[in-house]
């Protein structure tokens, strides 16, 4: 796992230096960095040792000198890659290196080489021969690539971070952005917070010809759609094709030359993974859970335990007050570069866990092919779907009329909908981009999927996903030198779960049931039975409390006024009466002051 970065123009080492240097956390065993001077290119990167230790090193030449890549990731099928190439005459310098793999693939097939992997990438190739730059996200969006094309001059980076030391950087807030995060709580694809970048999306690549200093950004893959009318499969058959794909997916995201460990929530998908590993792993596989001394209700270290005690794992746990995650929020902003409101608690397991490893197994995207946390049943349901719609109406002047506009998009769950943001505003969104309910109508037309459960996994693929799961967990594991790897978003095991009919990989009553089946020997009785939790911050108390004082300045009227980015109404709507207690605004509250709170350090 590496940090990347790297520019065109003139060439500046110092600057391609700091760059560098200021993503060290993610990879601080190796660092690299190579100036090309006739085509003005500039490379360099951070280096997490993880396969082919001494081999590994970036950037990395082909035998001829004519491609040098920087790689962040890892390619889990690398080794099959690697003898298919070798059989067809291709000579190694590494001894297993997956970036050399790369390297002769994009030799083979050009921009086609994407075809062919499967693992979490982002890498760019410097092409000496036919002079352009050709990069690369991975298919769910697990690794980040950002990029800055201004005044003719392209830069890319792992994080944010580091394009903002370019010298002109524009740092103007993206206002389509914002509206945005007020709506998902994340910035999504292609938009940055700044208007000076934007983040290449998942399954997209991107080729810059480097003598005509054009920029061009293609999408290489689409997630299959399931078949409306297709054949359903006996419980028996369904059953073994998950198993038998997840267990091939977990034996191959285990790929290391160093010790892989595995974060254990206590939840169906977290603890199979934990067990598949612990099958096929000789020695006792560590594993990591967390747990909230005050917050019984919701602390699952019981049902880790008894996953840990089933398979013999090296068992740890990590014990919070629900207080201590505010003692960290200016480090997980830091780290995570844009506003984002979402979940917060995975900082510490990644913390504990980079005191002993440097590679760890999550559940990451289980929810995303067996239930989307049940989001499509407002969709379906016709009296839920009224009920939703006439709490929305009653709440926000104009819904109605941005229901006739965009059906789906209104239907979705969102933070604040557009009706609420021309309220929130000094700026409302535009009518060209920055509605999100415009933006969720778009995603689905343009897929034109057979059922709903599919429309809203498709939304789900390409904005929450990786612009708010996927986000977090790498900066959160990166800011502490960890790799966090989701087998469930293994391309191939993903792609047979999501030809499955969605009726029959989403259960009614229990959305992850055709999962559990699969994997039902495998985990102890109780987990099968107990309901899903996941830790719910208590922000309400929090914001009347610990985070009063935040509140009252950055939401207050006198900030609001000198910030010139809301209007000071929220203070008299939303704040007083929240902390007098006679309303409860708390996720209002919270997306608004997480926000406040970032652009107050951004702007420092």
């Known amino acids: 796992m590496c940090g990347i970065v790297g520019f065109t123009g003139r060439r500046d ?9 200021r993503q060290r956390h993610r990879g601080p065993d190796d660092a690299g960095h190579h100036c090309d001077e006739r085509d003005g290119v500039s490379l360099a990167m951070q280096r997490l040792s993880i396969l082919d230790i001494a081999g590994g090193h970036q950037p990395m030449f082909s035998a001829d000198r004519e491609l040098v890549v920087v790689f962040n990731g890892e390619i889990m099928n690398a080794p099959e890659l690697r003898r298919e190439l070798e059989a067809q005459g291709a000579r190694f310098q590494t001894d297993h290196c997956d970036t050399e793999v790369l390297l002769h693939l994009y030799a083979r097939d050009g921009a086609g080489m994407l075809a062919a992997l499967n693992g979490m990438f982002a890498f760019v190739i410097h092409d000496r021969h036919r002079r352009r730059l050709f990069g690369a996200r991975d298919h769910f969006g697990m690794k980040p690539l950002y990029y800055s094309f201004e005044g003719g001059r392209f830069a890319f980076a792992s994080e944010l971070k580091s394009l903002r030391l370019l010298p002109g950087f524009d740092t103007a807030l993206s206002a389509d952005a914002l509206s945005h995060y007020l709506s998902f709580q994340c910035v999504p694809s292609p938009l940055t917070i700044w208007r000076g970048a934007r983040k290449l999306p998942a399954a997209h690549s991107f080729t810059l010809d480097l003598e005509q200093r054009t920029l061009s950004v293609q999408r290489y893959w689409r997630p299959p759609l399931g078949s409306a009318t297709a054949a359903a499969l006996a419980p028996g058959e369904l059953s073994a094709l998950i198993r038998s794909g997840l267990e091939q997916a977990v034996r191959r995201w285990m790929l290391s030359d160093v010790p892989v460990a595995c974060s254990l929530s206590g939840g169906i998908d977290s603890s199979a993974i934990a067990a598949l590993m612990a099958a096929h792993s000789a020695a006792p596989v560590p594993t990591y859970s967390l747990g909230f001394e005050d917050a019984p209700e919701l602390d699952e270290r019981a049902l880790a335990q008894a996953v840990a005690s089933r398979w013999g794992t090296q068992h740890h746990e990590i014990v919070l007050r629900s207080e201590q995650l505010l003692g960290d929020l200016a480090a997980m902003l830091e780290a995570l570069d844009e506003p984002y409101a979402g979940g917060l608690p995975a900082w510490y397991v990644f913390r504990r866990m980079a005191r002993d490893v440097k590679v760890c197994m999550t559940g990451t995207g ?74 969720i109508e778009s995603l689905w037309k343009e897929a034109a999927p057979a059922t709903v459960r599919d429309g809203v996994r498709l939304v789900d693929l390409q904005i929450q996903l990786p612009d708010e799961f996927l986000h977090m967990t790498d900066r959160f594991s990166m800011a502490h030198s960890l790799e966090a790897r989701p087998p469930f978003l293994d391309r191939v095991f993903a792609e047979q779960m999501m030809a499955i009919p969605a009726h029959q990989r989403i259960g009614r009553a229990h959305l992850k049931q055709a999962l559990i089946d699969a994997v039902r020997d495998l985990l102890p009785p109780q987990l099968l039975s107990a309901p899903k939790k996941g830790f719910i911050l208590p922000v309400a108390s929090w914001l009347r409390g610990r985070l009063r004082p935040q509140v009252e300045h950055l939401l207050g009227e006198p900030y609001l006024r000198g910030q010139g980015i809301f209007h000071e109404r929220i203070s008299e709507q939303l704040v007083r009466p929240h902390l007098a207690g006679r309303a409860d605004h708390s996720w209002q509250l919270w997306t608004l002051l997480m926000f406040q709170m970032w652009h107050a350090r951004s702007q420092a």
Request: net charge positive.
């Open 13 to 21: 080492e110092a600057l391609l230096r700091a760059m560098n240097a």
């Open 366 to 439: 289980g929810d995303e092919l067996f239930g989307n946390y049940g989001k499509w049943r407002t969709y379906e349901s016709r009296w839920r779907g009224l009920r939703v719609a006439v709490g929305r109406a009653r709440r926000q002047a104009g819904w109605l009329r941005d229901f006739g506009r965009y059906p789906r998009g209104s239907r979705y769950a969102l933070y604040f909908g557009a009706a609420d943001k021309r309220a929130l505003l000094l700026e409302p969104p535009s009518a060209a981009g920055a509605v999100s309910e415009q933006l």
